[in-house]
C-alpha cells in the first residue's frame, strides 16, 4: 500500500512539473558556424535526452565488441567449470555408494576439467583409497599439502595412510604437522596423546594436552589431565616423592572420584603426617566410589595402629555407605586382622546366599583361622570356584591386577573396575542344591544319608571333650566327605565292599563332586 501511494504521488509530482514547464515556455537559440537555431524550452529538453540515451546505446555496442573474445572465453570456461562440477559430484556420491568404477573413471574426467579444484583433489585421492593405489592415495595428499586451503585434510590422508602401512614415524610426523597448523584439529591431539601415553611420556602428554584444550569440554579436560597427572605420579612415586605427590593431589582436585589418585593421595599425606587431609580425600573418594584400595589406604592412614584400631577405623568408613559389599568385605578382613570373628560373620552374613569369589576365599580364610576346620575350608575353595566373579579392573578384554593408565590398545583411561564380560549373564549352580540329593550307594553299600553340619557357637569353637548334640539342623554349608577326612559317618570303612566279578558301577553325582577335592 505504501509503494503504491509513494508511485501515484511521484506520478503527480512530475506531471505537475511538466504542466509548469508547458505554461512558460520559453525560447532557446543556438548559434554556431553561421546557422542559428530556435525553440522552446521543451523541445531542447527532449532533444537532450535523446542525445544522451543514443550515445551511451552506442558507448555499448562498442564495448561489447571490444569484449566479445573475453566473454566468448568466459562462457567456455564457465561450461567447463560446470561439466568439472558435475563430474565431481558424480564421483563423490559414487565414492559414497562404493562403486569404484564411476568413481575413477569421475576422478579422472575432474583432473581433465578442474584440475586445480581441491575437491578434484579430494576425490581422486578418495577413489585411489577405494581402489587399493596407496601410491596414487599419497601422491593426492601430499598435493593438498602444498595448498593452504586443503593442507589440514591432507595431512590427515597421510595419518591414514601411514596408520594403515604401520609407519608409526610417518604417522607422528603427519599428526605433529597438523598439530602445529591447527590446535584446533581434535585428531592430530588425540593421535599426539595416544603416542605420548603408550611411550609413558607423561609430561608430554600434559603439554599436548595444554594445546588441546580449547577443542575439548571442559569435564573430559579436567578427566583427562587428572588420569595424566595420576599417572606420573605413579611413575615418581619411587624417584621423586615431592613431585609425585604435588601431582597426584591436582589430580584429586580435578577427579575426586579417580580411585588410584585417591588412594596414592591418601598414602603419601599419611606418610606426611596430614592425617586429617588424608581421610578427608579418602573418605570423599569413598562416597563415591567404593573400593579395596580406598578401604586398605584409609585403614593404614596411622603407622603402628593396632588391628582393633583399624577395625574401628574401617567400620566408620564402611558406614559411610551402607549395604555395599566392598565396605562388608573390607570390614571382614580388618576383623579378621583383629580376631573378632562375631564381626567377621556378621559382616558377610547378608551375602552368604549367593557368595562372590572374595566372600567365599574369605570365609575359607575364617574357617581356617577360627576353627582350622579343613573340611570346611575346602567347602569354601569348592564354592569360591564356582562362585559369581568380582569386580576387577578391566578393559578391552584384558583383566589387570592393578590400574593402569593406558589399555593395551592405547587407549588413555580405559581400565574400568567392572565385572569382566564373559562374566556377566553367566549362571552358576548353588553346590548346596547338588548336596542336598540322597546319595545312592553302589550295589554291595548300604545307602549313605545326606551330610548334616553340626551347630557349634559362631564367637568360639566347642570343647574337645564336648559330645555331639542329639538334635541337628540343616546345614548352611553342608560338610563334604574328602578321602583323608572321613567325617562323622564312618560307615563307608565299616563295611567295606564286597569283590565281585561283575563290571564297576557307574560314578553318580556326589562321587564326581568328591573327586573335585581329591
Not at 9 to 16: H, P
Not at 251 to 268: E, H, I, M, T, Y
Not at 321 to 332: D, F, M, R, S, T
Amino acid at each position: 500500500m505504501i509503494r503504491v501511494v509513494i508511485f501515484l504521488v511521484s506520478v503527480a509530482l512530475i506531471a505537475l512539473g511538466v504542466a509548469w514547464v508547458a505554461d512558460r515556455p520559453g525560447e532557446v537559440a543556438v548559434t554556431w558556424m553561421g546557422y542559428r537555431i530556435e525553440t522552446s524550452v521543451m523541445v531542447a529538453a527532449l532533444a537532450a535526452l535523446v542525445l544522451v540515451i543514443a550515445a551511451i546505446l552506442l558507448w555499448s555496442i562498442l564495448r561489447g565488441i571490444w569484449r566479445s573474445p573475453e566473454q566468448v572465453s568466459l562462457f567456455f570456461r564457465h561450461r567447463r567449470a560446470m561439466k568439472g562440477y558435475l563430474a565431481i559430484s558424480r564421483g563423490l556420491i559414487a565414492v559414497g555408494a562404493g562403486d569404484m568404477r564411476i568413481a575413477r573413471r569421475s576422478a579422472g574426467e575432474a583432473g581433465r576439467l578442474s584440475p586445480g579444484d581441491p575437491l578434484t583433489l579430494l576425490l581422486s585421492a578418495q577413489s585411489a583409497q577405494m581402489a587399493g593405489d596407496r601410491i596414487g592415495a599419497e601422491h593426492a595428499f601430499r598435493a593438498m599439502v602444498a595448498r593452504d586451503d586443503t593442507r589440514a585434510i591432507g595431512l590427515r590422508g597421510l595419518y591414514v595412510e601411514a596408520q594403515r602401512r604401520d609407519d608409526a614415524h610417518a604417522a607422528l610426523l603427519a599428526a605433529e604437522e597438523a598439530a602445529k597448523t591447527s590446535p584446533s584439529l581434535a585428531w592430530a591431539g588425540e593421535a599426539l596423546l595416544d603416542y605420548r601415553c603408550t611411550t609413558g611420556d607423561w609430561a608430554g602428554a600434559l603439554e599436548v594436552l595444554e594445546r588441546m584444550k580449547s577443542a575439548l569440554d571442559k569435564q573430559t579436560y579436567r578427566r583427562k589431565r587428572a588420569v595424566l597427572l595420576t599417572a606420573r605420579a605413579l611413575a615418581l612415586d619411587e624417584i621423586d616423592r615431592d613431585t609425585s605427590r604435588a601431582a597426584v593431589l591436582e589430580a584429586v582436585k580435578l577427579a575426586p572420584d579417580l580411585v588410584p589418585a585417591a588412594a596414592l593421595a591418601g598414602r603419601r599425606l599419611a606418610e606426611a603426617g596430614d592425617m586429617r587431609k588424608a581421610g578427608k580425600i579418602l573418605t570423599a573418594a569413598w562416597t563415591i566410589n567404593p573400593h579395596p584400595d580406598i578401604a586398605e589406604a584409609y585403614a593404614n592412614l596411622r603407622f603402628g595402629d593396632s588391628a582393633r584400631e583399624r577395625l574401628a577405623r574401617v567400620k566408620r568408613l564402611a558406614d559411610k555407605v551402607p549395604g555395599q559389599l566392598e565396605g562388608a568385605l573390607a570390614l571382614a578382613r580388618a576383623a579378621l586382622d583383629a580376631k573378632n570373628f562375631i564381626a567377621v560373620r556378621a559382616a558377610l552374613a547378608p551375602y552368604l546366599s549367593a557368595p562372590t569369589r572374595r566372600v567365599a576365599m574369605l570365609m575359607a580364610d575364617i574357617e581356617q583361622a577360627e576353627y582350622g576346620d579343613q573340611g570346611r575350608v575346602r567347602e569354601w575353595m569348592g564354592r569360591a570356584m564356582r562362585a559369581a566373579g568380582d569386580p576387577v579392573w578391566t578393559a578391552d578384554g584384558v583383566v589387570s591386577d592393578r590400574w593402569l593408565p593406558v589399555t593395551p590398545k592405547g587407549r588413555l583411561d580405559g581400565f574400568e573396575w567392572k565385572l569382566p564380560l564373559a562374566e556377566i549373564g553367566v549362571s552358576r549352580p548353588l553346590i548346596d542344591a547338588i548336596e542336598q540329593a540322597p546319595i545312592e550307594a553302589p550295589p554291595g553299600l548300604p545307602s549313605v544319608p545326606p551330610p548334616v553340619a553340626k551347630t557349634r557357637p559362631p564367637d568360639k569353637p566347642p570343647p574337645p571333650t564336648a559330645k555331639p548334640m542329639a538334635k541337628t539342623v540343616d546345614a548352611v554349608i553342608p560338610l563334604v566327605h574328602a578321602p583323608d577326612d572321613p567325617g562323622p559317618d564312618s560307615t563307608l570303612e565299616a563295611d567295606p565292599v564286597p569283590e565281585t566279578t561283575s563290571p564297576p558301577p557307574l560314578r553318580d553325582a556326589w562321587q564326581r563332586l568328591r573327586e573335585l577335592f581329591r
